[in-house]
């Protein structure tokens, strides 16, 4: 097996940072020493077969995005990037780990949607992946599945309390579902909008002639998703169950999922770079048919009601434990504009997987995170809650060697014709400036990205086996 050290850097992680030096043996971390450490007296450096030299640079654990959707069927399309296309864009972001979306549709079994995700990744993927498991049909087959998920290395499952018709479970549906995720360690990972309010407002904007993009956010409105939210946590207290809810963009839903955590709760909220960054008016409203390259659910929130600077304090005072991207990306032709005339027809989704450090690192250098806390919401706390701690999310002896150098010193202009390596015809992050860069990266000890060069190759990543959650209370 290759040696490799890392030399010069100041390794940061969640709890601090040093002056030190990384040594890997083959796919693992072996050591991190005093710079400069030799080894039975001979200089360490000369004894490895690469030496990368990170002075004046941080040296990080990969990120990982624990919210990815590749290849998935949606409104009659399916999302642009492949595992093979989504995986490698990650890479160039300094992503070393996604977890994906396996799917069971209505009608269909949890554990065949669950091996037909296999069979989409496998041998496809730049880097390492793991699956959640979408329970889109709640009765008593599924119930009975769910119970064997773990066993899978599945600890977690999705449900939506939006798309009536598509993925919805009704309250009664969705107390069963945490039952089993109470019994089994099971983390429930909540979509929380009041799906069948949404599509009534839906109908009642269309027939008056509001048809553009913008009419997305006001039919989802806050309320619908501080409810849903409410709800979903009240049904967690009834039953034991641990809670996760995706995507959080409304302040006040983070106030639901505080007070919830006060009362020692087992709690947990994500939200993503857009609505951190986006708003309702200047991206949704946009000119035209262009805010169709901004329509997500939840959706991007108005910047006059202040979510995003919530967001952020959410992300310093832990309301809100992490950051990932939702990436669900789709192309503007062929695609968004299926709903053309028609907002309700738009594929709901924004490309970010190959974005989301250094977003996050933008907000370092603005003052609104710590250096420890971007580790902390990108690598360390995905680690912990979805059951990879230890061989993920960390830089120590043992864990896998999924390594980030970053240059704070370095910039990135994200664009389609500059960073851009997703499968879309567009970037939604076009034109933004980042002041930091991702030089080098590290999957197992393998090095994909160095000195903008992609070395990588789809068959490296290997599927994660998961255990329960590590973040409980």
Known sequence: MSTTLITGGTVVTSTGRSEADVLIDGETIAAVLAPGSTLLGHDLAGSVDT?????????????????????????????????ETGTRAAAWGGT????????????????????????????????????????????????????????????????????PGVFYSDDAQIYK??????????????????????????????????????????????????????RAIMLANLTGAPLYVVHVSAKQ??????????NGQNVFGETCPQYLYMSLEDQLGAEGFEGAKYVCSTPL??????????????????????????????????????????????????????????LMYQGVVDGKITLERWVEITSTTPARMFGMYGTK???APGADADVVIYDPAGHTSIGLE?????????????????????????S??????????????????????????????
């Not at 990120?63 to 959707?69: L, M, R």
């Not at 910047?303 to 310093?316: A, F, I, P």
């Open 51 to 83: 030496v990368l030299d990170a002075t004046g640079k941080y040296v990080i654990p990969g990120g990982i995005d624990a919210h990815t959707h590749m290849q998935m069927p949606f409104g009659g399309t399916e999302a642009s990037d492949t595992f």
């Open 177 to 230: 579902a945490m039952r089993v995720g109470a019994d089994t360690g099971l983390m429930t990972m909540m979509h929380a909008e009041n799906g069948p309010a949404i599509d009534a407002m839906v109908s009642e904007l269309l027939a008056q002639g509001k048809t553009d993009p913008y009419y997305h956010g006001v039919a989802r409105a806050w309320q619908m998703e501080e409810e849903a939210t409410h």
């Open 393 to 395: 999310g960390v830089i």
């Open 253 to 262: 839903a983070v106030e639901q999922l505080a007070a919830a955590r006060d």
């Open 418 to 442: 500059k960073t851009h390596h997703m499968n879309m015809d567009y970037s939604a992050w076009e034109g933004y400036e980042i002041d930091g860069h991702v030089d080098t990266v590290l």
């Open 96 to 163: 070393t780990t996604i977890v994906d979306f396996a799917i069971q549709r209505y009608g269909e079994r949890v554990m065949d949607g669950l091996a037909e995700w296999h069979e989409k990744a496998a041998g496809e993927c730049a880097i390492d992946y793991g699956f959640h498991q979408i329970v889109g049909d709640v009765n008593d087959d599924s119930l009975k599945a769910m119970a064997g998920l773990i066993d899978e290395g599945v600890s977690s499952y999705k449900l939506f309390m939006a798309y």
């Open 444 to 473: 197992r000890g393998r090095i994909l990205i160095n000195d903008n060069e992609y070395l990588g190759t789809k068959s490296h990543g290997r599927y994660i086996r998961r255990a329960p959650s590590q973040y409980l209370i």
């Open 301 to 358: 929130r108005s910047k006059h009601e202040h979510h995003q600077d919530h967001m952020w304090q959410s992300l310093r005072t832990n309301d809100i434990q992490m950051v990932a991207t939702d990436h669900c990306p789709f192309c503007m032709k062929g695609q968004k504009d299926m709903g053309v005339g028609d907002f309700s027809k738009i594929p709901n989704g924004i490309g970010s997987v190959e974005h989301r450090l250094d």
